[in-house]
C-alpha cells in the first residue's frame, strides 16, 4: 500500500500499518500512461535510482494519483507559492488603482474618451524631467526629537490611474529643514507628461543605530518585513505642468499630515520642488548649506552596481576600506581616472544619436547636486546603460567560429589519400570536430532565440546558452556640469571578469591550462608530429592568406582580360599594378620554411611511402629508428624534426613556387611590349584615315586580348598549384595540432573562444564609446592611427579558489585583445552595429560611423586604416578571499601578470612619445610627469604589499593621461566594481571640480545609497507602511566588523574559515 505525506511516499507492508521503505519525492518525474485502460504509473529518478512502478485502483485514481505526485516536490510547492503571490499583487493593485484615483479629477476618471496627454519639450537624448528637493520647518511628534528623514517619490499615471513608487532621496540626519542632495530624474523613453501627478511622501526614520534602515529593492512578489523603523510625517503632490510652466521653475508645496478624522490635515511643514536644467547653475541657498550642514549627517547605504535589476548590489563594508585607501595621497594631485570629454556641439549633438543609441540602451540615471568649495552649486548625472553589443558581438563571431571550421574540416578532408596510420587520425580528428561544430550551432541557434534584457546577469553566469555572452556589461557615466568646467563627461565600462563559468574551475584557468597542455605535448610521447604553437599559428596565417588573396588575384586577372579586349591603355595598366601587387603578396606569403617541410611530411604520410637512407651518412641510433618505422609504420615516433630522404625532391616546391613569378614576369613584360607598340603606331598613324584607324585599333584591341589570354591562364594555373600543394601542407600541420591534444586541445579552444568572446563584447563597446566622445578632439584621433588605442583592465579578483582560475581566464582573454584590430567605415544604412570579420588570431572589427561623423575623421582613419589595440590588465584582490592567499595562499599570479602589463604599458609609452608630439595631451594633465608616474607603478608592483590599491589608482592615472579606456571589473562587476566606481567618480569631483571638502564621503554615499534607485516595494499603504530592517546581503559583514577589534581574533576566524572550506569539499 502507498501512503503520501508531504513530500515523503510511503510504502506500507500488508501485513502491518508500518512502512517498509520511504522514498523521498525530489529530483523525480512521473511518467503516466494515456491508454484508457492502463492504470499504472512510472516514478523516474534523476539520480539514475531503479524505476518506481505504482498501480491504481481504477484511471480516475491514478490520474489522482500523478497529480499528487507532481504536485509533492519542492518545485510543486514552489509553483503553489507564486501562484498566491500573483493574487495578492493583483489585490494590492487593485488598492493602489483606488488609492491613485483620489489624486485625480473626477472628469479625468470618469472619461471614457481616448485621453489625450500634453508631451514635455526636451533635448533630444536627454532626461525629461529633473528636480531637486528640500524641506523646511519640519514638525517632529515630540519637541526634543531631531528628524532624521528622507522622501518618497510616487508617479499617478493619467493613463492607468495607477500609484507607482519611483524612487526616494537618501537620509538626512539630525535637522528640521533638511535639503536633500539626490534628485530625481526621469530617463526620456519614461511616459511622463503635464498631466501626471507626483506624489512626495516624507518620512522620519526612528533607528538611527542601523545604517540600512530603508526600504529594499525586492521583486514583485516578495513583502518586506514589517519592523517598526520609521514615521509618516506628511505628503504633498503637484501637477508636473504646474513646476514646467512655473515662472520661477519651483515650487513651493504644503506638507501635510494625513489622517482619517481630519478633512484638510494636518500642517507639519512645507517641500521646495526646483526644475533642474544641466545646463543652467543654480545660485542662492549657498549661505544656508554651508553654515547648516555641519549639523545634518548622513546616513550611509550599501553600495549598488549592475545586478539583475541593472542596480547596485550590497557589499562588505572591509572592501570600503580597502578601497578608500586610494584617496589618501591625491589631496596636492589632479585625480584623472576618468578623462574629461568637452565637446558641447558633439553631447547634446542630433548627429551622433542614431549610431549611439543603436550601441546604448535601457538607460538609468541618477541626479545630484554637491556644493563646491567656493559656495557654488554643481550638478551631477550619473547614467547606466546597457548595450545590445552584449549578445552582437559573441553570435557574430560564433558564426565565424562556424564558417572556420567548416572550412578546417573541408581542408582535413581534402588531403587527399593517407597511409592507414594517418588516415584513422583524420577520422578521429574530424569527428571531434563535427560534434564541436554542432555545439557552436546549437548555441547560436540558442542565443538567436533570447529575448529581454541586452545583458547578462551575474546569476545566469553558470548558464551554458549564455556562456559566450559578458556578465553586466554596462556603460558608467557622470555627466558633470560646474562651474570650473562645464559639460564634462567621464565614462568608464564595468563588465564582469571574461571567463568560463559553465566549464569550472577546478583544475584552474586557461594561463594554467594552456602551460599543462603545451608541456604535455612536448614531454609525451605522440602518434604524430610536434609543431609549435608558433608555427602552427603560422599554419593558420597562410591558409588565411590564401583564401583572403585567391580570389583577388583571380578577379584582378580578369579585369586584365578585360582592359585588353577594350583597348584600354590606362584601365591596363591600372589591373596590372593592382594584379603586380596581390601576386607579390601571395608569393612572399609562401617564402616560409614550414610550407616545404609541411609537404615533406605530408609525403611521408602518402599510402605506399618507403623511407630510404639518405646519402648523407647518420649514427646508427638514426638508423635504427628509421629501421623500426618500416617495420612499423603505424608506430610513428613523436619528432620535432622531420627526416629527410632521397625520394623526395625538396626543389620541386621551389620550382612551383617561383614559376608564379616568372609567369607574372611575362605578364607585365607583354603588357609593357603591347602599350609600347600602341604608343609607336599612334605616332605614325597620327594623320591617317580616322576611319582606318578604328578598324585598327579594334584589330589591335583582339590582338592584346589574344596575347594575354595564355599568359594569364598560365599564372592562374601554376598559381592554383601552389594553392593545392600549400593548402594541404598546411592542414596537415593543424592535422598535427589537433591529433596531439583530442579532445583536450578542442576544449581548450572552447574555452578560450568563450573567454575571448566576453573581452571582444566589452573591447568593442569602450571603443565606439570613446570614438563618439572624443570626434573632436584632433589629438586623439591622431593618436589613433599612429599609435594605437590603450585599453587598461582594472581587476579586483583575488587569488584564491575559484577566483584564481577566473584571473586566468581573465588573463589569457584580454591579451588574446592584442590580435584585435579596428577599422572605421562610412555608414551605408541605417543599421549601425559593428561588422565582425576575420578568424582566431586576426580580427577586424568595422565601425560605421553616419556620414556626417565620418567626415570628422583624418584622412587615414576615412581611408580604412586599421587601429591597433594595447590591452593592459592590472589586477588587485581586495576581498576576504585575497587575506586567506595572502596569509595562507600564493599571491604570485598576480604579481606576474601585473609585472607583464607593465612592460607592455612601457611599451606603449615609449612608442607613444616617439610618434607623438609632447602637446597632444590634455592641458589638465600636463603637471603630473608620466615618466614618474610609471616609475612609482613599477615600485608598487616590486614592492609586492599587501592589497596595494595604489596599483590600480597609478594605472587607472596613466590610462587616462595616455587617452586610454578604461574598465573594471570584478567576478561579477556587482560589489567590489560598484565601491571602485563610486569612489573614482568622488575623486574625480574633488579634484576637477572642487567638491566641497565635507561632502566627500556625503558624496559618495548618496552615489552607493540603493534607496535612491527607486523601485521600492512596500506591504502597505506609504503612509501607514513601516520601513523595513534590511539587513546586509554579505555574510561577511559582522563577522569582518567585529575582527576589525583584535588581530588575534582574525586569525581565529581565517582558521576556522579554512576548516568550513576543507568540510565543505570533503
Not at 262 to 269: H, I, L, N, Q, R
Not at 330 to 337: G, I, Y
Not at 765 to 781: A, E, R, V, Y
Given at each position: 500500500?502507498?501512503q503520501?505525506?508531504?513530500?515523503?511516499?510511503?510504502?506500507?507492508?500488508?501485513?502491518?500499518?508500518?512502512?517498509?521503505?520511504?522514498?523521498i519525492?525530489?529530483?523525480?518525474w512521473?511518467?503516466?500512461?494515456?491508454?484508457?485502460?492502463d492504470?499504472?504509473?512510472i516514478?523516474?529518478?534523476?539520480?539514475?535510482?531503479?524505476?518506481?512502478?505504482?498501480e491504481?485502483?481504477?484511471?480516475?485514481?491514478?490520474?489522482?494519483?500523478?497529480?499528487?505526485?507532481?504536485?509533492?516536490?519542492?518545485?510543486?510547492l514552489?509553483?503553489?507559492?507564486q501562484?498566491?503571490?500573483?493574487?495578492?499583487?493583483?489585490?494590492?493593485?487593485?488598492?493602489?488603482?483606488?488609492?491613485?484615483?483620489?489624486f485625480?479629477?473626477?472628469?479625468?476618471?470618469?472619461?471614457?474618451?481616448?485621453?489625450?496627454?500634453?508631451?514635455?519639450?526636451r533635448?533630444?537624448?536627454?532626461?525629461?524631467l529633473e528636480?531637486?528637493?528640500?524641506?523646511k520647518?519640519l514638525v517632529?511628534?515630540?519637541?526634543?526629537?531631531k528628524?532624521?528623514t528622507?522622501?518618497?517619490?510616487?508617479?499617478?499615471?493619467?493613463a492607468?490611474?495607477?500609484?507607482?513608487?519611483?524612487?526616494?532621496?537618501?537620509i538626512?540626519?539630525?535637522?528640521?529643514?533638511?535639503?536633500?542632495?539626490?534628485?530625481?530624474?526621469?530617463?526620456?523613453?519614461y511616459?511622463?507628461?503635464?498631466?501626471t501627478k507626483?506624489?512626495?511622501?516624507?518620512?522620519d526614520?526612528?533607528?538611527?543605530?542601523?545604517?540600512t534602515?530603508?526600504?529594499s529593492?525586492?521583486?514583485?512578489?516578495?513583502?518586506?518585513?514589517?519592523d517598526?523603523?520609521r514615521s509618516?510625517?506628511?505628503?504633498?503632490?503637484f501637477?508636473?505642468?504646474?513646476?514646467?510652466?512655473?515662472?520661477?521653475q519651483?515650487?513651493?508645496l504644503?506638507?501635510?499630515?494625513?489622517?482619517?478624522?481630519?478633512?484638510?490635515g494636518?500642517t507639519?511643514?512645507?517641500?521646495?520642488?526646483?526644475?533642474?536644467?544641466?545646463?543652467?547653475f543654480?545660485?542662492?541657498?549657498?549661505?544656508?548649506i554651508?553654515t547648516d550642514?555641519q549639523?545634518?549627517?548622513?546616513?550611509?547605504?550599501?553600495p549598488?552596481?549592475?545586478?539583475?535589476?541593472?542596480?547596485?548590489s550590497?557589499?562588505?563594508?572591509?572592501?570600503?576600506?580597502?578601497?578608500?585607501?586610494?584617496?589618501?595621497?591625491?589631496?596636492?594631485?589632479?585625480c584623472a581616472?576618468v578623462?574629461?570629454?568637452?565637446?558641447p556641439?558633439?553631447?547634446?549633438?542630433?548627429?551622433?544619436?542614431?549610431?549611439?543609441?543603436a550601441?546604448?540602451?535601457?538607460?538609468?540615471?541618477?541626479?545630484?547636486?554637491?556644493p563646491?568649495s567656493?559656495?557654488?552649486w554643481?550638478?551631477?548625472?550619473?547614467?547606466?546603460?546597457?548595450?545590445?553589443?552584449?549578445?552582437h558581438?559573441?553570435?557574430e563571431?560564433?558564426?565565424?567560429?562556424?564558417?572556420?571550421?567548416?572550412?578546417?574540416?573541408?581542408e582535413?578532408k581534402?588531403?587527399?589519400?593517407l597511409?592507414?596510420?594517418?588516415?584513422?587520425?583524420?577520422?578521429?580528428?574530424i569527428?571531434?570536430?563535427?560534434q564541436?561544430?554542432?555545439m557552436?550551432?546549437?548555441t547560436?541557434?540558442?542565443?538567436?532565440?533570447?529575448?529581454?534584457s541586452?545583458?547578462k546577469?551575474?546569476?545566469?553566469?553558470g548558464?551554458?546558452?549564455?556562456?559566450?555572452?559578458?556578465?553586466?556589461l554596462?556603460?558608467?557615466?557622470m555627466?558633470?556640469h560646474?562651474?570650473?568646467?562645464k559639460?564634462?563627461?567621464?565614462?568608464?565600462?564595468?563588465?564582469?571578469?571574461?571567463?568560463?563559468?559553465?566549464?569550472?574551475f577546478?583544475?584552474?584557468?586557461l594561463?594554467?591550462?594552456?602551460?599543462?597542455?603545451?608541456?604535455?605535448?612536448?614531454?609525451t610521447?605522440?602518434?604524430?608530429?610536434?609543431?609549435?604553437?608558433?608555427?602552427?599559428?603560422?599554419?593558420?596565417?597562410?591558409?588565411?592568406?590564401?583564401n583572403?588573396?585567391?580570389?583577388?588575384i583571380?578577379?584582378?586577372?580578369?579585369?586584365?582580360?578585360?582592359s585588353?579586349?577594350?583597348?584600354?591603355?590606362?584601365?591596363?595598366?591600372?589591373?596590372?599594378?593592382?594584379?603586380?601587387?596581390?601576386?607579390?603578396?601571395?608569393?612572399?606569403?609562401?617564402?616560409?620554411?614550414?610550407?616545404?617541410?609541411?609537404?615533406l611530411?605530408?609525403y611521408?604520410?602518402?599510402?605506399g611511402?618507403?623511407?630510404?637512407?639518405?646519402a648523407v651518412?647518420?649514427?646508427?641510433?638514426?638508423e635504427?629508428?628509421?629501421l623500426?618505422?618500416?617495420?612499423h609504420?603505424?608506430?610513428i615516433?613523436?619528432?620535432?624534426s622531420?627526416?629527410?630522404?632521397?625520394?623526395?625532391d625538396?626543389e620541386?616546391w621551389?620550382?612551383v613556387?617561383?614559376?608564379v613569378?616568372k609567369?607574372?614576369n611575362?605578364?607585365i613584360?607583354?603588357?609593357d611590349?603591347?602599350l609600347?607598340k600602341?604608343?609607336?603606331?599612334?605616332t605614325?598613324e597620327?594623320?591617317?584615315?580616322?576611319?582606318?584607324?578604328?578598324c585598327?585599333?579594334?584589330h589591335?584591341?583582339?590582338d592584346w586580348?589574344?596575347?594575354?589570354?595564355?599568359?594569364?591562364?598560365?599564372?592562374?594555373?601554376?598559381?592554383?598549384?601552389?594553392?593545392t600543394r600549400?593548402?594541404?601542407?598546411?592542414?596537415?600541420?593543424?592535422?598535427?595540432?589537433?591529433?596531439?591534444?583530442?579532445?583536450?586541445?578542442?576544449?581548450?579552444?572552447?574555452?578560450?573562444d568563450?573567454?575571448?568572446?566576453?573581452?571582444?563584447?566589452?573591447l568593442?563597446c569602450g571603443?565606439?564609446i570613446k570614438?563618439h566622445?572624443?570626434?573632436?578632439?584632433?589629438?586623439?584621433?591622431?593618436q589613433?592611427?599612429t599609435?594605437?588605442?590603450?585599453?587598461?583592465?582594472?581587476?579586483?579578483?583575488?587569488?584564491?579558489?575559484?577566483?584564481?582560475?577566473?584571473?586566468e581566464d581573465?588573463a589569457?582573454?584580454?591579451?588574446?585583445?592584442?590580435?584585435v584590430?579596428?577599422?572605421?567605415?562610412?555608414?551605408?544604412?541605417?543599421?549601425?552595429?559593428p561588422?565582425?570579420?576575420?578568424?582566431?588570431?586576426?580580427y577586424?572589427?568595422?565601425?560605421?560611423?553616419p556620414?556626417?561623423?565620418?567626415e570628422?575623421?583624418?584622412?587615414?582613419?576615412?581611408?580604412?586604416?586599421?587601429l591597433?589595440?594595447?590591452?593592459?590588465?592590472?589586477?588587485?584582490?581586495?576581498?576576504?578571499?585575497?587575506?586567506?592567499a595572502?596569509?595562507?595562499?600564493?599571491?604570485?599570479?598576480?604579481?606576474?601578470i601585473n609585472?607583464?602589463?607593465?612592460?607592455?604599458?612601457?611599451e606603449y609609452?615609449?612608442?607613444?612619445?616617439?610618434?607623438?608630439?609632447?602637446?597632444c595631451?590634455?592641458?589638465?594633465q600636463?603637471?603630473?610627469?608620466?615618466?614618474?608616474?610609471?616609475?612609482?607603478?613599477?615600485?608598487?608592483i616590486?614592492?609586492k604589499?599587501?592589497?596595494?590599491?595604489?596599483?590600480m589608482w597609478?594605472?587607472?592615472?596613466i590610462?587616462?593621461?595616455?587617452?586610454?579606456?578604461?574598465?573594471t571589473?570584478?567576478?561579477?562587476?556587482?560589489?567590489?566594481?560598484?565601491m571602485?566606481?563610486?569612489?573614482?567618480?568622488?575623486?574625480?569631483?574633488?579634484?576637477?571640480?572642487q567638491?566641497?571638502?565635507?561632502?566627500?564621503?556625503?558624496?559618495?554615499?548618496c552615489?552607493?545609497?540603493?534607496?535612491?534607485?527607486?523601485?521600492?516595494?512596500?506591504?502597505?499603504?506609504?503612509?501607514?507602511?513601516?520601513?523595513?530592517?534590511?539587513?546586509?546581503?554579505?555574510?561577511?559583514f559582522?563577522?569582518?566588523?567585529?575582527?576589525?577589534v583584535?588581530?588575534?581574533?582574525?586569525?581565529?576566524?581565517l582558521?576556522?574559515?579554512?576548516?568550513l572550506?576543507?568540510?565543505?569539499?570533503?
Amino acid at each position: 500500500m502507498l501512503q503520501a505525506r508531504g513530500r515523503f511516499l510511503l510504502l506500507e507492508n500488508l501485513t502491518s500499518s508500518e512502512a517498509s521503505e520511504v522514498v523521498i519525492l525530489e529530483r523525480c518525474w512521473v511518467v503516466e500512461f494515456k491508454s484508457k485502460t492502463d492504470v499504472s504509473i512510472i516514478l523516474k529518478f534523476q539520480s539514475g535510482e531503479p524505476d518506481l512502478y505504482i498501480e491504481a485502483a481504477s484511471k480516475p485514481d491514478c490520474e489522482a494519483w500523478a497529480v499528487a505526485l507532481g504536485e509533492a516536490n519542492s518545485e510543486g510547492l514552489r509553483n503553489k507559492i507564486q501562484q498566491l503571490r500573483r493574487l495578492i499583487m493583483e489585490i494590492k493593485e487593485e488598492r493602489a488603482s483606488e488609492e491613485a484615483r483620489q489624486f485625480l479629477p473626477s472628469s479625468q476618471v470618469d472619461s471614457l474618451g481616448e485621453p489625450q496627454f500634453t508631451s514635455i519639450q526636451r533635448i533630444a537624448n536627454e532626461p525629461k524631467l529633473e528636480f531637486s528637493l528640500a524641506c523646511k520647518g519640519l514638525v517632529a511628534a515630540t519637541r526634543d526629537r531631531k528628524l532624521n528623514t528622507f522622501i518618497q517619490v510616487s508617479v499617478v499615471h493619467p493613463a492607468e490611474h495607477i500609484l507607482t513608487r519611483y524612487s526616494s532621496t537618501e537620509i538626512v540626519e539630525g535637522t528640521r529643514d533638511p535639503l536633500f542632495l539626490t534628485g530625481v530624474t526621469f530617463p526620456p523613453e519614461y511616459p511622463i507628461y503635464e498631466e501626471t501627478k507626483i506624489k512626495l511622501t516624507v518620512y522620519d526614520v526612528k533607528d538611527k543605530s542601523q545604517d540600512t534602515v530603508l526600504t529594499s529593492v525586492l521583486p514583485d512578489h516578495k513583502e518586506p518585513r514589517a519592523d517598526v523603523g520609521r514615521s509618516f510625517l506628511g505628503c504633498a503632490t503637484f501637477r508636473v505642468g504646474d513646476l514646467v510652466k512655473s515662472k520661477e521653475q519651483q515650487l513651493t508645496l504644503t506638507l501635510r499630515f494625513l489622517s482619517r478624522t481630519s478633512d484638510g490635515g494636518k500642517t507639519v511643514g512645507t517641500i521646495e520642488v526646483n526644475l533642474v536644467k544641466m545646463g543652467e547653475f543654480e545660485d542662492g541657498e549657498m549661505d544656508h548649506i554651508t553654515t547648516d550642514a555641519q549639523d545634518q549627517k548622513f546616513l550611509c547605504f550599501l553600495p549598488l552596481k549592475s545586478c539583475s535589476c541593472g542596480f547596485l548590489s550590497a557589499t562588505c563594508a572591509h572592501n570600503t576600506e580597502n578601497l578608500e585607501r586610494m584617496t589618501d595621497r591625491r589631496a596636492k594631485e589632479e585625480c584623472a581616472l576618468v578623462r574629461e570629454c568637452t565637446a558641447p556641439e558633439g553631447l547634446s549633438g542630433k548627429d551622433n544619436l542614431p549610431s549611439l543609441n543603436a550601441v546604448l540602451k535601457n538607460p538609468i540615471c541618477k541626479l545630484y547636486r554637491f556644493p563646491t568649495s567656493d559656495n557654488k552649486w554643481m550638478r551631477i548625472r550619473e547614467q547606466m546603460a546597457e548595450t545590445t553589443l552584449s549578445f552582437h558581438v559573441p553570435k557574430e563571431l560564433i558564426n565565424l567560429h562556424i564558417k572556420e571550421d567548416m572550412r578546417r574540416n573541408q581542408e582535413l578532408k581534402d588531403l587527399g589519400e593517407l597511409a592507414p596510420h594517418w588516415d584513422n587520425m583524420r577520422k578521429s580528428v574530424i569527428a571531434h570536430c563535427d560534434q564541436m561544430l554542432s555545439m557552436y550551432q546549437d548555441t547560436l541557434a540558442e542565443l538567436g532565440k533570447h529575448t529581454g534584457s541586452s545583458f547578462k546577469s551575474s546569476c545566469s553566469k553558470g548558464e551554458k546558452t549564455l556562456e559566450f555572452i559578458p556578465i553586466n556589461l554596462h556603460l558608467q557615466r557622470m555627466h558633470v556640469h560646474s562651474p570650473r568646467l562645464k559639460d564634462a563627461l567621464y565614462d568608464v565600462i564595468t563588465v564582469g571578469a571574461p571567463a568560463a563559468h559553465f566549464q569550472g574551475f577546478k583544475n584552474g584557468g586557461l594561463r594554467k591550462l594552456l602551460s599543462k597542455f603545451e608541456a604535455e605535448r612536448r614531454n609525451t610521447g605522440y602518434q604524430c608530429i610536434y609543431y609549435s604553437p608558433e608555427n602552427t599559428a603560422k599554419a593558420k596565417e597562410v591558409l588565411s592568406n590564401i583564401n583572403h588573396l585567391q580570389p583577388l588575384i583571380s578577379s584582378h586577372a580578369d579585369l586584365l582580360l578585360n582592359s585588353a579586349s577594350q583597348h584600354s591603355p590606362d584601365s591596363l595598366k591600372n589591373s596590372l599594378k593592382m594584379l603586380s601587387e596581390k601576386t607579390e603578396l601571395f608569393v612572399h606569403a609562401f617564402k616560409d620554411q614550414l610550407v616545404r617541410s609541411a609537404l615533406l611530411a605530408l609525403y611521408t604520410a602518402r599510402p605506399g611511402c618507403v623511407l630510404k637512407k639518405p646519402a648523407v651518412p647518420r649514427s646508427s641510433a638514426e638508423e635504427s629508428d628509421d629501421l623500426k618505422h618500416q617495420n612499423h609504420p603505424s608506430q610513428i615516433k613523436r619528432q620535432d624534426s622531420i627526416p629527410h630522404h632521397s625520394e623526395y625532391d625538396e626543389e620541386e616546391w621551389d620550382r612551383v613556387w617561383a614559376n608564379v613569378g616568372k609567369s607574372l614576369n611575362c605578364v607585365i613584360a607583354m603588357v609593357d611590349r603591347l602599350l609600347e607598340k600602341d604608343n609607336s603606331s599612334k605616332t605614325k598613324e597620327g594623320e591617317s584615315d580616322p576611319s582606318a584607324a578604328d578598324c585598327k585599333v579594334l584589330h589591335a584591341g583582339g590582338d592584346w586580348y589574344e596575347q594575354l589570354y595564355p599568359l594569364v591562364i598560365t599564372l592562374k594555373d601554376c598559381m592554383g598549384e601552389v594553392v593545392t600543394r600549400a593548402k594541404q601542407s598546411m592542414a596537415f600541420v593543424l592535422l598535427q595540432e589537433l591529433a596531439c591534444g583530442l579532445p583536450q586541445c578542442l576544449m581548450l579552444t572552447l574555452r578560450r573562444d568563450i573567454v575571448f568572446s566576453q573581452a571582444l563584447a566589452g573591447l568593442v563597446c569602450g571603443f565606439i564609446i570613446k570614438l563618439h566622445t572624443s570626434l573632436h578632439d584632433q589629438g586623439f584621433l591622431q593618436q589613433l592611427h599612429t599609435v594605437g588605442l590603450l585599453v587598461q583592465y582594472e581587476g579586483l579578483l583575488s587569488t584564491y579558489s575559484e577566483e584564481a582560475g577566473m584571473l586566468e581566464d581573465m588573463a589569457v582573454g584580454i591579451s588574446d585583445l592584442q590580435k584585435v584590430m579596428f577599422k572605421v567605415i562610412e555608414a551605408k544604412s541605417e543599421d549601425f552595429l559593428p561588422i565582425i570579420t576575420g578568424r582566431r588570431e586576426h580580427y577586424v572589427i568595422e565601425v560605421q560611423l553616419p556620414a556626417k561623423m565620418f567626415e570628422l575623421l583624418p584622412q587615414e582613419i576615412k581611408e580604412g586604416k586599421l587601429l591597433r589595440m594595447y590591452p593592459v590588465l592590472f589586477n588587485v584582490g581586495i576581498n576576504e578571499q585575497q587575506t586567506l592567499a595572502e596569509r595562507f595562499g600564493d599571491t604570485t599570479l598576480q604579481e606576474n601578470i601585473n609585472q607583464e602589463n607593465l612592460e607592455l604599458l612601457k611599451e606603449y609609452y615609449n612608442l607613444f612619445t616617439e610618434k607623438m608630439p609632447p602637446d597632444c595631451l590634455p592641458h589638465f594633465q600636463e603637471q603630473n610627469d608620466l615618466k614618474g608616474l610609471l616609475e612609482n607603478l613599477h615600485q608598487n608592483i616590486q614592492a609586492k604589499r599587501r592589497k596595494n590599491v595604489e596599483i590600480m589608482w597609478l594605472a587607472a592615472t596613466i590610462c587616462r593621461k595616455l587617452n586610454g579606456v578604461r574598465f573594471t571589473c570584478c567576478k561579477s562587476a556587482k560589489d567590489r566594481t560598484s565601491m571602485s566606481v563610486t569612489l573614482e567618480q568622488c575623486s574625480i569631483l574633488r579634484d576637477e571640480h572642487q567638491l566641497h571638502k565635507d561632502f566627500f564621503i556625503r558624496a559618495l554615499d548618496c552615489m552607493r545609497s540603493r534607496q535612491t534607485q527607486g523601485a521600492l516595494n512596500e506591504s502597505d499603504d506609504p503612509e501607514t507602511g513601516c520601513l523595513t530592517d534590511n539587513k546586509p546581503t554579505s555574510r561577511h559583514f559582522y563577522p569582518v566588523a567585529l575582527l576589525l577589534v583584535s588581530s588575534h581574533l582574525l586569525v581565529v576566524w581565517l582558521i576556522l574559515s579554512l576548516a568550513l572550506l576543507l568540510a565543505k569539499y570533503q
